[in-house]
Each structure stands twice: as structure tokens, then as C-alpha cells.
């Protein structure tokens, strides 16, 4: 099947009124989500730490650091701010891939917004198209891959091409250029978890794909079936995977609707096990000092990804189960302040993680999880979370994503430019211009 | 094995004066050879475009481009340059693994050594380690992963990382940071073969190594076993591979000892084969005309990767044994010319290549080939090359590598220039500052 073609062809013949309002619904929620979590992630060290080696190599001031007051070209914006959105571990993630769609092709459309005029209708129908064409080729690799590899830098880098392919007017043929480019750079190993090049490797598949897309524009030349050809990107990542998953139903169901928001600050496989703290704590006035054991059934998933026994840091922590059922038990929420070394290395949040067992059920789903606590009186509490908050069967709600935008979003703005800055991206299709999101969601001068 | 802070460490503590005299050569003919297909490539269409495309996004104008008048940041500069030094497949070639161990090395070296002082003698030892490093990944990796990815882009980068950090005076740790941050984006589809994008993957591995040295530099925190954990680069490129290969004799015997120049234009598998023909050529004064049948029996993988029957553009025709093995006996040189559209096309070479039949032979070395031409009037010609020229076993001498230089650069220096950037490149390890040779290799403001 000629599947990079399919691709490029319902990518150059869609239609934004074709698309269901629900989709394009969800599409501004993965765009509040993401502008939440790339203001929360602004100041991260990673952050300043990588301004601080790429300016003195950045093109002309084209585009801006959300939450930030410095603009770099289009290019550098986009891996700075999918760093951003990335870096706090609190993106969008695609069910049954782990992707995060928003990454890779947000961050380089509104990178995009500032260097050409892009209407707002148009954005919200890139950004559609990027993250549907990232997920499918997704959910073809996922399965083993997953294991080793960041799909988001391998299968996302697509999605960043595809979004700016389609913004910049591509036709079939350069479409296919723009992933062919993209795939050749498609990269990203797990073994960068708790460390700087995560983000790195997120907001890479940002500016690589873009980059793929500007040079199609040129006439760049690539393959043109470098997805699904015998020594393309699924031959070389997920050998022998068929394709066909990343065709059917292609521009009648859209992958968006499976796209999901974390309400905890920390690797997904493990909110269910937060959930059901965080339930037992309210439900039971649980005092942290009569913790004695903790005992958490999770799907299998969740100790390989987040199974980190003793964090030494605030990022190492995030991919902790047990400082995450640790902190909700002590905090009762699981937000980015819960992810700090000063939390980690916190006494009385140490003794309860220590306490902290976690065995995986292969029965369980992976938004599922059994907690069991049992208390210094020798009582035994018990929740079963059947879906955690955030999973496609109990997403969050529209005001919640806006209560996690304000908190995210509160070190950087006052309430009113937070209101206006919600109100475009809730409004961002009927914005003459893409580009006064980046505008607003610039840093104050006065910062 | 902690193979990544092996590597570091090796790198870090190592001293030029240690280093055998026959390897410094050997890094000179490299650097010579680089600089001979850099200048060759440095006005291909690809490197056009390419510089259209990405001009916009460029910062300072830090490094010049070889063979051409603009100047660029340096990470652009070491992507253009390692295009330009890789598109016409005139590139080294490291035995055994097929990496162009010079392309993401200098590359990214000369771009840097015009952004900060740099000794002609450091460039030349951090030329050595960075080939050093990659080779040895690449011993690794090579295996079944060369049947689907470039391996000058998943370990080369390696290269350049190493290169560049060294140059750049990094610690133990930051270099292993820099291992991890170039092994995060290792990448390179075979399927780019025939298109641009082919030159673009090589010239990434010299601008993403780079950047990850420059990241590393600044403490941005990456893995320190990236390479050989078990979600690292060997597990997903080269899964079970044992890396024994990588840490064997180091610091004892060098790879750029193995590293292989090419007299042909064209991938390098092909070359005994093109020998052959020329041989039968110049041995009976061989009349085109007369040409009824040419058999080639050859190592497998030179069908594999130059297995194209029909070519239809000259990129393509560098990776067609038959298109190479006909103009050998048209032309009897196998030069850039004979890799041209209008080559292609042309009746006679046409003609001849519909004669040449190959067939693979297990039992052959990789530089081996027999070819037997039948002739108009029933005579039959055999030639058995048992080394390619350019082999391990069969070397282009300094003078075939100064020719080869003349050849390539002549369309862009006069002689005396020409003379002056050869020396500078030979004499590389007495030069207070390496950056002089890439302001020798900026093109006259005449052109």
C-alpha cells in the first residue's frame, strides 16, 4: 500500500468544514492543554539551559518563547517551545500510543503563525491534519517500539511536517517530500528519561519536521514512500508492523478524539494509582503518619515506564510510581509542585514512598489500578479506580482544562491576560491571524 | 560494559603525541579527500536548494561555506558543508561498516574552528577521536542495520559530537552527555537513497552531533550510557548486538587505518566492477561499438545498494552497477561527468548498459569482481580484480588523492589556489588555527 501517499493525498484534499465540530472541539482543547503546559514549562532549567547554549546561533527574531521575552527564528521557536510543552511531563497523549500529538505540531505552527500569515481556521485545520497523521503512523509503530524509543520523536516528527506542509500550501507531490524528510530524521531514545534531552527529543520532532516541510516547500526532493517502504521509518523502528492501521477509516474517524489530558504532572501510566491515593485521602481523612503500607495493583506498563524505586531528583521523580502515590497521599494533588527536588528529598514524603509497593496485573487495563493502604490501627483501605481522570472514558472536562491553564499559566500572567490568552485559543477559529496567540502568549516586559 | 564513559574517557585523556604517525596521515588524506568532495558538491542542486530553503532561519554569518561565497552560523555551516561533502558519493568510506567517517567530523570541525580558536593540531587530533568513536559504534551497529539506515547518521553523528566536544574542551561527564544527546538522534532512512535527502542525512549527522557538544558544553544533562543501555542506540537499532567491537583495542589500533577512499564517483560497492571495465578497456583498446554482453560477477551487497537497472536521473545513476560498469568501458573513467542526466541519457552508454547482466556471488570479497565482456566479433574478455582501487588492500596513493583534488576542485579555484588550500590541508597539524583552511576554501568573489 502506498501509504505515505494516501497520506499526503487526504492531507492536501481535506476540508475544515468537512471535519465534526467535536473534532475541531478537541482540537482546541489539545491547544489550551498545550499552551498551559508551555507557559508551566517556560522557566524550566532545561529551558534557560538550552536558550543559553542556541542563541548565539539563531536566525532572525521571527518568532516567540511562549512565556518567555525572547524570539528566535521559526526554526529554534519551535524546538524551544515543544521543549516547554513537553518538559513538566503534563502534555497531551494520544490513548494507546503514548504520543504527545500537541508537541511536535503546535509548537511548530505557532512558530510558523509569526514567519506567514496563517489564519486562525487554517492553524486549528493544520493542526487537525498533524496530529491525525502522527497518531495513525503511531499506531502502527507503537508495540515494541515503544519500548525504546520516544514515538513522539520518531511518528510525531511527521505530524509537525504535515501541519506545516499544509499551512504552507504544499501540494501532493511535496507533501510526500515534507515525509519522507521528516522520517528520515525520526529519532528519540527512552534512555533519555529523567535527563534534559527528553524535552530535547520532543521539541525536536517540533523543528525537524517543520524543517522537512520548508525544504519541500523548495522542492527538496525525498522519497515518496518513505513511511512504509522496505527501508523506511516502520522497516527500520517496528520491522514487519502492518500498515494498515494507519489507513483505515482515514478522514471519517479522526484520532484527536482518542487524545487525552493529564490532570497529574507526571508519566500517565501511573495516574490511576494517583487517582485512587488521592480518593482514599479525601474519602477516609487519611493522616499521612498512619500510613504503613501502601500496596498498588497497576497495569504492567506503569512500573516499566514510571517504575523508578528512589527518585535522586524532581524530573526522575515524575517517572516515579512511588513518589507519585507518595505525594497524593501527603498533598492530596499531584501537580507540578509535587515534582521538585525539594519534594523529593522531603522527609515525611520519603518515608511514605519507601512504604510504597507496586505490582503489575497484566488483567488490569492501563487506566486501571487496585490501591490498598493500610493504616498504623490496622485498618485496611481499599479504591478501584476503573478509569483515571484525564483516560478517553472520563477525560477532563473543558473547565478543568482551563483550571489546569490558570495554575500552570499563574507564575507568568495576571488573571486578565490569562482570560485573554484562554479566550484566543478557545477562539482560534475565528482568529484573522494565528499569530496573535504567540503575540499574548508572550512574557510581560515587565517579567 | 559502561561503553559510553568508556569512550568519554578515552577521548578526554587522550594525547596526540600517543597517537601513531601513520594515523595523523591518515587523517590528513581524510581531511584532503573531504575537502576535494566538498568543493566537488559545493554547487549541486541539492546544496542550491537546500541553502534557499534554509538561509532565512540562519544566524550569524560564523563559518564560511566550502567552495561557495555564503557564510552561515555554524550549525548550518556544518549542515551544508556535509551535504556538499557527501552528495556526489565521492566520500570516504570506512571498511567494513560503509560510515563516511569524514562528513559529520569535519564538517562540523571546520564550522567551528572559524567560531573559536582552534590549532590546526587539535582539529586534527579531535579528527581522529571523532572518527574513532563513530567507526567503533559503527562495528557495532553495522550488521543488519545497514540494510535499512545510514549508518554515517545513527553513528556519525556519534562522530561529530565527539569532534566537537573535544575541540570545545569538555569534561568526562559532559562528553558522555554529548554521547547521549547526538545518540538521541540518531537517524537515517536507506529509502532516502536517489533523492536530496540522502546528502541532508549525512550533513544532520555533522550539525546534530555538533549541537549536541554545544548543548553538552552548557551542562544540559543527558544519559551517561546512552549508546549501550538497554533503551539506548544499539537496542534499537542493532538489538543483541554485543559491544565487545567497540571497546577493543582502543587507544591501540585506530579505524581510520581501515578508512578507504573512493577513485569513482558512485557508491563504492560498485568499484571493483567499474575497475574491471576499465582494465579490459585500456588492456585491448575495447571499441564501444563492438560491446554485445558485459557479465559482472559480484559481491551481493554491490547489487543490494547499487542494484538500480534503469536509472532515470544522475543522482540515481550512482547507484546502478550497470549505469557505472557502461561508462566505464564508454568513457573509461568513472568520474562526477559520467553521473549527469545527460549521461544517463545518452544512446551509446544507453545501449551498453542494457548489455551489462550481474550477478551476485556469495564467495566474493566486497572488492572483488569478475567481468567478462563478449565482443561483436564472438571474442571474449575477462578481468579479475581482486582489490578494488581504493581499498584496504589496494589504497589511492597521496598523489591519486592530490589529483583527485584538482579534479573536483578545479571548477572552483584557479592552480595556484588550488595549491595553496592543498598544503594548508596536508601541513593541517602546523597551523596555528585551523580556521584558515576554511577561509582558503570560500569561494573567489569573482565567481
Same mark, same amino acid.
Given at each position: 500500500m502506498d501509504l505515505t501517499r494516501a497520506l499526503a493525498a487526504f492531507v492536501v484534499h481535506s476540508r475544515l468544514e468537512n471535519i465534526p465540530p467535536p473534532v475541531r472541539h478537541e482540537a482546541k482543547r489539545a491547544l489550551v492543554n498545550w499552551m498551559a503546559c508551555a507557559l508551566g514549562g517556560a522557566h524550566h532549567e532545561a529551558i534557560g539551559t538550552a536558550l543559553k547554549a542556541l542563541a548565539p546561533f539563531s536566525g532572525p527574531a521571527q518568532s516567540q518563547i511562549v512565556g518567555r521575552l525572547e524570539r528566535l527564528d521559526c526554526l529554534h521557536a519551535a524546538l524551544i517551545n515543544g521543549m516547554s510543552a513537553h518538559v513538566l511531563d503534563f502534555d497531551d497523549t494520544h490513548a494507546g500510543t503514548l504520543l504527545h500529538p500537541s508537541v511536535p505540531v503546535v509548537s511548530s505552527l505557532l512558530a510558523l503563525a509569526e514567519r506567514k500569515t496563517l489564519s486562525g481556521a487554517d492553524f486549528l485545520h493544520a493542526l487537525i491534519l498533524g496530529a491525525e497523521v502522527e497518531c495513525r503512523v503511531a499506531n502502527v509503530l507503537c508495540g515494541a517500539h515503544n519500548e525504546t524509543g520516544y514515538i513522539t520523536g520518531t511518528a510525531g516528527v511527521l505530524g509537525a511536517a504535515v501541519a506545516v506542509g499544509y499551512a504552507c500550501g504544499l501540494d501532493e507531490r511535496q507533501m510526500t517530500w515534507a515525509l519522507g524528510a521528516a522520517a528520515t530524521q525520526g529519532a528519540g531514545l527512552r534512555e533519555m528519561a529523567g535527563t534534559m534531552c527528553k524535552s530535547f527529543v520532543h521539541g525536536r520532532a517540533a523543528q525537524n519536521g517543520m524543517l522537512a516541510a520548508l525544504l519541500a516547500a523548495r522542492n527538496f526532493t525525498s522519497s515518496q514512500c518513505a513511511i512504509e517502504a522496505p527501508r523506511g521509518l516502520i522497516a527500520i523502528l517496528a520491522p514487519g508492523a502492518g500498515v494498515e492501521a494507519a489507513i483505515a477509516g482515514l478522514g471519517e474517524c479522526y484520532e484527536l478524539m482518542r487524545n487525552t489530558y493529564k490532570p497529574h504532572a507526571c508519566g500517565v501510566v501511573c495516574h490511576p494509582a494517583i487517582d485512587g491515593c488521592i480518593e482514599l485521602r479525601a474519602r477516609h481523612g487519611v493522616a499521612v503518619t498512619q500510613v504503613r503500607s501502601v500496596a498498588l495493583r497497576v497495569h504492567p506498563l506503569a512500573l516499566k515506564l514510571t517504575g523508578i524505586r528512589a527518585p535522586r531528583s524532581g524530573l526522575e521523580s515524575k517517572w516515579s510510581i512511588y513518589h507519585s502515590a507518595a505525594v497524593a497521599l501527603? #498533598? /492530596?494533588?499531584?501537580? =507540578? %509542585?509535587?515534582? !521538585?527536588?525539594?519534594?523529593?528529598?522531603?522527609?515525611?514524603?520519603?518515608?511514605? @514512598?519507601?512504604?510504597?509497593?507496586?505490582?503489575?496485573?497484566?488483567?488490569?487495563?492501563?487506566?486501571?489500578?487496585?490501591?490498598?493502604?493500610?493504616?498504623? #490501627? /490496622?485498618?485496611?483501605? =481499599? %479504591?478501584?479506580? !476503573?478509569?483515571?481522570?484525564?483516560?478517553?472514558?472520563?477525560?477532563?472536562?473543558? @473547565?478543568?482544562?482551563?483550571?489546569?491553564?490558570?495554575?500552570l499559566a499563574g507564575e507568568t500572567f495576571n488573571v486578565e491576560r490569562r482570560d485573554r490568552l484562554l479566550r484566543a485559543c478557545w477562539a482560534v477559529e475565528e482568529l484573522a491571524g494565528a499569530a496573535e496567540i504567540a503575540r499574548l502568549a508572550a512574557a510581560p516586559a515587565s517579567m
Open positions: 501527603c #498533598d /492530596g494533588v499531584a501537580g =507540578e %509542585a509535587q515534582y !521538585t527536588d525539594l519534594r523529593v528529598h522531603d522527609g515525611e514524603i520519603s518515608r511514605v @514512598r519507601e512504604c510504597v509497593a507496586a505490582e503489575a496485573d497484566a488483567a488490569l487495563r492501563d487506566d486501571e489500578a487496585h490501591v490498598a493502604i493500610t493504616l498504623a #490501627d /490496622g485498618r485496611r483501605l =481499599e %479504591a478501584h479506580v !476503573t478509569h483515571a481522570l484525564g483516560s478517553v472514558d472520563n477525560p477532563m472536562s473543558d @473547565r478543568q482544562l482551563d483550571a489546569k491553564f490558570h495554575q
